[in-house]
């Protein structure tokens, strides 16, 4: 069974910096590419960033791009979202999703951390 | 950048059909994925490439389009099937959802 499971949320003063993880298993992590997905409260999607599945490539939302930084340990079966910089609109429940195979679309979700950012 | 549209909200009774429908504001020479979310809880996607049923999805959803114009379909609606459905079609293209009620 495909589990993904996010940690680090929590709440931040703006400009500051928090780090979220994804711990995933049930599947061969390093055969697919991950992305981070957000949904601000009462809001709809928002896809924030990816990566390929060696990590040698990274994909960001423009208005995260210089202040998130997307990575992955395949050793530990570990996505990572790096966030600098938090701004009040970064507020959201951020997804860990595992990317189908065609790509473009996701097929497997975590529950969801919690990132409030507010002074 | 292409848009997706989607109705905010639709009513049903169970056993009914509804269509969902989800409008790209150019044509997409692409597939449609549709997710379901319902309250409280993480996405799940329904449908991937347009008309495939994912992994553990029951027959009574299925999807449909081209172009512009997709949509979702659940035939017989259940009262578990109250829930947002999100259309998207590419990483950063989502539709606002459409929120789903059984009356």
């Known amino acids: 069974e495909v589990q993904l499971v996010e940690s680090g949320g929590g709440l931040v003063q703006p400009g500051r910096s928090l780090k979220l993880a994804c711990a995933a298993s049930?599947?061969?992590?390093?055969?697919?590419?991950m992305a981070w997905v957000r949904q601000a409260p009462t809001k709809g999607l928002e896809w924030v960033a990816s990566?390929?599945?060696?990590?040698?490539?990274?994909y960001y939302r423009d208005s995260v791009k210089g202040r998130f930084t997307i990575s992955r340990d395949n050793a530990k079966s570990t996505l990572y979202l790096q966030m600098d910089s938090l701004r009040s609109e970064d507020t959201a429940t951020y997804y860990c999703t595992r990317e189908g195979r065609a790509g473009n679309y996701f097929d497997y979700w975590g529950q969801g951390v919690m990132v409030t950012v507010s002074s | 950048d292409t848009v997706l549209t989607q109705s905010p909200a639709l009513a049903v009774s169970p056993g009914e059909r509804v269509s969902i429908s989800c409008r790209a504001s150019e044509g997409v020479n692409s597939y449609m994925y549709w997710y379901q979310q319902k309250p409280g809880q993480q996405p799940k996607l329904l449908i991937y490439e347009t008309s495939n049923l994912a992994s553990g999805v029951p027959a009574r959803f299925s999807g449909s389009g081209s172009g512009t114009d997709f949509t979702l379909t659940i035939d017989p609606v259940e009262a578990d099937d109250t829930a947002t459905y999100f259309c998207?079609?590419?990483?950063?293209?989502f539709g606002s959802g459409t929120k789903l009620e059984i009356k």
């Open positions: 998207q079609q590419s990483w950063n293209t």
């Open positions: 990566i390929t599945n060696s990590g040698g490539s990274t």
């Open positions: 049930g599947f061969t992590f390093n055969n697919y590419y």
